[in-house]
Nanobody, 112 residues
Framework: HVQLVESGGESVQAGGSLRLTCVTS????????MGWLRQAPGKEREGVAH???????RYADSVKGRFTVSRDNAKNTLYLQMNSLKTEDTAVYYC???????WGQGTQVTVS
């Protein structure tokens, strides 16, 4: 049984920082690609950042230089450090392995 559980979302003022956490369990042992996506009200879901199968990081242009994705394999945990938050970062953030169709339930980030 695969589970992805996000946490860390909350309301924060513009310019502030948050760290999102995604604890995974039950993923196949070969699963390396993991990412963060977000969906703002009235908008389509978009990719934010991911680690590919070679652990290289990729970021959306809108978050480059502000967000950092990382993982701790020993803890089966994926992180998203978000700095210099902007109001346009407000969204529900999901961790996922899109290719395998595994998604978390999402965590709300509100920047005001």
């Amino acid at each position: 049984h695969v589970q992805l559980v996000e946490s860390g979302g909350e309301s924060v003022q513009a310019g502030g920082s948050l760290r999102l956490t995604c604890v995974t369990s039950g993923l196949p042992s070969h699963t390396l690609w993991m990412g963060w996506l977000r969906q703002a009200p009235g908008k389509e879901r978009e990719g934010v950042a991911h680690l590919d199968n070679n652990s290289r990081t990729r970021y959306a242009d809108s978050v480059k230089g502000r967000f950092t994705v990382s993982r701790d394999n020993a803890k089966n945990t994926l992180y998203l450090q978000m700095n210099s938050l902007k109001t346009e970062d407000t969204a529900v953030y999901y961790c996922a392995n899109v290719g395998l169709g595994y998604w978390g339930q999402g965590t709300q980030v509100t920047v005001s």
